[in-house]
């Protein structure tokens, strides 16, 4: 769908024009950003503890390099947030999310832990997303000496992040082996098709509907026949037995059009759903420019939700 930088909330336009010149939609930009937020692996966030743990890989040989954040001091167990970062699927690392954890941090005393996933420039389907749910497992398996509690873990992420958080509690209710609470995937890459109004000619900053199909080109091409849901969870046959879902998206992103219908279809399956659309916005809005008044309003909303999320949704393991 055709806009213009007019259509952008105002106090977005300057990061909007900056995140178009930084993010180009071409794998050799991918790869560049990449080794950019690699300069920043190993950092920490300032009272708070962190650590790098290696995590054994289930499908392939290696470790997952992981980070762990957590406040200094607690007295009892805590909820545990296993988070994935956006890039396309194709891009990031988990650093590039600290301004997000430390706001999380601050809303409630939780413990945040952050798979490097592999990327699709190197290793396609279904790699990333085996990376994340042997990180999902390995909460579940080393709940008590992380201080965590194991009723209540959770996965968010954003934009492929979103996507994998989701395809994430898939593959976590179609095995049975963990209870996810609750997920966060904020305006989650969903769909592969890319034939909604919303992500048809879409040149807004952040991403775009070139970026789009270089994800999808990379993340899907060992893929043979039908995509699977664990791939693209627009896909699934039916959304029920998710856990309760937190989401917002920004009018002008790419990905509105199968966020709504991602909605819609958990409220039909009966999936308790936050969710929010935030005007003139465009994707990754509130992270690209945080202190404009519409990104105050987007984390505000979504703040307020995981505080009530901590409050109201819990999963017990089973044995």
Not at 66 to 75: D, M, V
Request: some cysteine.
């Amino acid at each position: 769908m055709p806009h213009t930088f007019a259509d952008i909330d105002p106090e977005l336009q300057s990061a909007g024009r900056f995140a178009k010149l930084m993010i180009r939609p071409n794998p050799r930009s991918f790869r560049f950003l990449t080794w950019m937020l690699s300069r920043s692996e190993g950092k920490g966030l300032k009272n708070f503890t962190s650590e790098t743990v290696p995590i054994p890989r289930s499908t392939a040989s290696g470790d997952i390099r992981t980070r762990i954040f957590k406040p200094k001091t607690s007295t009892t167990p805590l909820p545990v947030l296993v988070h994935f970062h956006g890039g396309g699927y194709a891009m990031g690392t988990p650093e590039q999310d600290l301004p997000m954890f430390k706001q999380l941090l601050k809303v409630r005393d939780c413990i945040i832990v952050s798979p490097d996933y592999r990327l699709s420039i190197t290793d396609p389907f279904p790699a990333g997303l085996d990376d994340c749910y042997d990180t999902v497992l390995w909460v579940k398996e080393n709940i008590a000496g992380l201080g965590g509690r194991s009723d209540q873990i959770a996965v968010f992420g954003e934009s492929a992040g979103g996507g994998l958080s989701v395809a994430a509690c898939l593959r976590a209710r179609d095995r049975g082996d963990v209870n996810i609470a609750f997920q966060m995937p904020l305006y989650p890459m969903i769909d592969n098709r890319q034939t909604n109004p919303s992500a048809v000619n879409n040149t807004m900053p952040g991403w775009s509907s070139a970026h789009n199909k270089i994800g999808w080109d990379l993340y899907l091409r060992d893929v043979q026949g039908d995509v699977p849901a664990e791939a693209a969870p627009v896909h699934a046959t039916t959304y029920a037995g998710l856990p309760p879902t937190i989401t917002f998206i920004g009018a002008l992103d790419p990905f509105l059009d199968e966020t709504n219908e991602f909605v819609r279809r958990l409220k039909t399956d009966e999936v308790p759903v936050h969710y929010e659309v935030f005007p003139r916005s465009f994707h990754g809005f509130e992270i690209i420019n945080p202190n404009a008044d519409v990104s105050q309003q987007a984390l505000a909303f979504w703040h307020n939700a995981f505080a009530y999320a901590l409050d109201h949704y819990v999963a017990a393991q089973q044995d």
